[in-house]
């Protein structure tokens, strides 16, 4: 039983070291006159080039967002890419549907940061029926390994006055396995948080231990 809970346990480490992981970084910048108000309803809209892209954005924050209790929606649930919109049917649009903020999420810069992982060398010695020792070595050869880089920019609107409340800029940095969504995912989180200290949401309490 012992030598089967250790297989399991060396495999979730490996699973561990291999699964993707990020870490964002935000600096932002909330507008005076915004002081004391916070919203509840929030549209996000990805400007990413990329549809999937802007889907996995849109779709990630709301995540994050709804488990935290606040109301998110995605623009493409209710601002229809196929379509042309004025300003004011936008408008109308969010206001019908309760929106109270749009967090628009803009793409800015990637790139990849390279990382070499020096050779390992091992040396295995054992002895021969008269006692000689004999030593084997191995040795595996060094390589580099592609870290991502995102560079996003944060604008939280205010729907009823149509001005940004709150603006920030982003650096989300990922190990050799993180796709997008694992980017998205950490970029949406510290937004939360950020956008929380700054007082413009309120997360839902921590359960009691």
């Given at each position: 039983?012992?030598?089967?809970?250790?297989?399991?346990?060396?495999?979730?480490?490996?699973?561990?070291?291999?699964?993707?992981?990020?870490?964002?970084?935000?600096?932002?910048?909330?507008?005076?006159?915004?002081?004391?108000?916070?919203?509840?309803?929030?549209?996000?809209?990805?400007?990413?080039?990329?549809?999937?892209?802007?889907?996995?954005?849109?779709?990630?924050?709301?995540?994050?967002?709804?488990?935290?209790?606040?109301?998110?929606?995605?623009?493409?649930?209710?601002?229809?890419?196929?379509?042309?919109?004025?300003?004011?049917?936008?408008?109308?649009?969010?206001?019908?549907?309760?929106?109270?903020?749009?967090?628009?999420?803009?793409?800015?810069?990637?790139?990849?940061?390279?990382?070499?992982?020096?050779?390992?060398?091992?040396?295995?010695?054992?002895?021969?029926?008269?006692?000689?020792?004999?030593?084997?070595?191995?040795?595996?050869?060094g390589y580099t390994v592609s870290k991502p880089r995102l560079k996003c920019e944060c604008t939280l609107i205010d729907v009823e006055k149509n001005s940004n409340a709150w603006v920030a800029s982003s650096l989300t940095a990922g190990n050799?396995?993180?796709?997008?969504?694992?980017?998205?995912?950490?970029?949406?989180?510290?937004?939360?948080?950020?956008?929380?200290?700054?007082?413009?949401?309120?997360?839902?309490?921590?359960?009691?231990?």
């Amino acid at each position: 039983m012992r030598k089967i809970m250790g297989i399991y346990v060396v495999a979730a480490m490996v699973l561990v070291c291999v699964s993707g992981c990020a870490v964002s970084q935000i600096e932002a910048f909330k507008d005076p006159q915004f002081a004391g108000k916070s919203y509840k309803n929030i549209v996000v809209t990805g400007q990413f080039s990329d549809l999937g892209e802007r889907k996995s954005a849109e779709y990630d924050f709301c995540a994050a967002f709804r488990e935290q209790g606040i109301n998110c929606v995605a623009s493409l649930d209710l601002i229809l890419p196929t379509r042309t919109y004025s300003a004011e049917e936008k408008a109308k649009i969010l206001k019908d549907n309760g929106i109270d903020a749009e967090l628009v999420v803009s793409f800015k810069d990637a790139y990849e940061k390279q990382q070499y992982v020096p050779g390992k060398s091992s040396t295995n010695c054992r002895k021969d029926a008269y006692g000689n020792m004999h030593c084997d070595t191995n040795n595996s050869a060094g390589y580099t390994v592609s870290k991502p880089r995102l560079k996003c920019e944060c604008t939280l609107i205010d729907v009823e006055k149509n001005s940004n409340a709150w603006v920030a800029s982003s650096l989300t940095a990922g190990n050799a396995y993180a796709d997008f969504n694992t980017m998205m995912s950490s970029l949406a989180k510290e937004t939360l948080t950020k956008l929380s200290s700054d007082g413009l949401v309120i997360m839902a309490p921590k359960p009691q231990k």
